[in-house]
Nanobody, 125 residues
Framework: QVQLVESGGGLVQAGGSLRLSCAAS????????MGWFRQAPGKKREFVAS????????YYADSVKGRFTISRDNAKNTVYLQMNSLKPEDTAVYYC??????????????????WGQGTQVTVSS
């Protein structure tokens, strides 16, 4: 069983920055592919970014490429999402997810078997 707890969400003006954190339980965190997803009101959950267990491979949605950076600290069992140049359309609940089965970065939500409760990010114009 893996528990994921997100933090770092909040209200920020357009053009600003936020860093989300996701703390994970489990002794084999470095084996997990980790991902960030988001869901805006009335929309489907969408992929944001993914990172391999070692941190050597990353994968981003086109909508955030160049603005967001995913990283991880395996010694702290934590994955991060640094969000810069935020736009109002980035407003959503952001979810952390873990895939304990895969070894490659993926954007499909079905590939992840554990999810956090989410943290709200609101970007004002």
């Amino acid at each position: 069983q893996v528990q994921l707890v997100e933090s770092g969400g909040g209200l920020v003006q357009a053009g600003g920055s936020l860093r989300l954190s996701c703390a994970a339980s489990g002794r084999t965190f470095s084996n997990y592919v980790m991902g960030w997803f988001r869901q805006a009101p009335g929309k489907k959950r969408e992929f944001v970014a993914s990172i391999s267990g070692s941190g050597g491979s990353t994968y981003y949605a086109d909508s955030v490429k160049g603005r967001f950076t995913i990283s991880r600290d395996n010694a702290k069992n934590t994955v991060y999402l640094q969000m810069n140049s935020l736009k109002p359309e980035d407003t959503a609940v952001y979810y952390c997810a873990a895939s304990t089965l895969l070894r490659t970065v993926v954007g499909a939500a079905g590939a992840y078997d554990y999810w956090g409760q989410g943290t709200q990010v609101t970007v004002s114009s």
